[in-house]
């Protein structure tokens, strides 16, 4: 069985086979909402005769496409969770050997869901600022090119708005508003829309003045009391040294 197997893919991605790969890409997202309908474009770096649409684990094409095109286009007619995944597709020229594909493309993700995962909201470097000082809140999702929006309790409208590359995005609080409550969401970037669930809300609060004095003066007494030990030990100490240099028929 694992014989044919390597056979089988061997068929499909001879070691011979080293034609460029294609590119694969969604319409009108690689996140959508179920019922949407998708589109797979696989586009070929030199017009080709067959295109194949494949996912892991399956040895044959899951869609098949002939055009006499650089392009082909793949529908995915209102997309249901179990439709997502990864994808990649290959192409082929009628001149080719048979059963010889091209490379396969990268992988595509699509994601078939009514919610996105709930993101985390961290303060950087941490939720208690001294007065005045600047915090940075960091959004944090679990995908990458995906839209933020920061939120302070009692502000109906996002307090700021962020679009990122990475899966998180770093929204800067000035000190003299830093203080309060604040949560955070994230969505795709285009319609059809999928939201993520709001964070958890996150405290953001002034240091206590009153503590940071007592604790600098509670250092100063320390450090005072050190500087008295020290000299109380140097006069112990001369003292110890003057009488054993003194002459033994005066000493006391």
Sequence with gaps: MALVLILQLLTLFPPASYHPKPWLGAQPATVVTPGVNVTLRCRAPQPAWRFGLFKPGEIAPLLFRDVSSELAEFFLEEVTPAQGGSYRCCYRRPD????????????????????????????????????????????????????????????????????????????????????????????????????????EVLVISWEDSGSSDYTRGNLVRLGLAGLVLISLGALVTFDWRSQNRAPAGIRP
């Design 96 to 199: 080719w050997g048979p059963g010889v594909w091209s490379q396969p493309s990268d992988a595509l993700e699509l994601l078939v869901t009514e919610e996105l995962p709930r993101p985390s909201l961290v303060a950087l470097p941490g939720p208690v600022v001294a007065p005045g000082a600047n915090v940075s809140l960091r959004c944090a999702g679990r995908l990458r090119n995906m839209s933020f929006a920061l939120y302070r309790e009692g502000v109906a409208a996002p307090l700021q708005y962020r679009h990122s590359a990475q899966p998180w995005a770093d929204f800067t609080l000035l000190g003299a508003r830093a203080p309060g409550t604040y949560s955070c969401y994230y969505h795709t970037p285009s319609a059809p829309y999928v939201l993520s669930q709001r964070s």
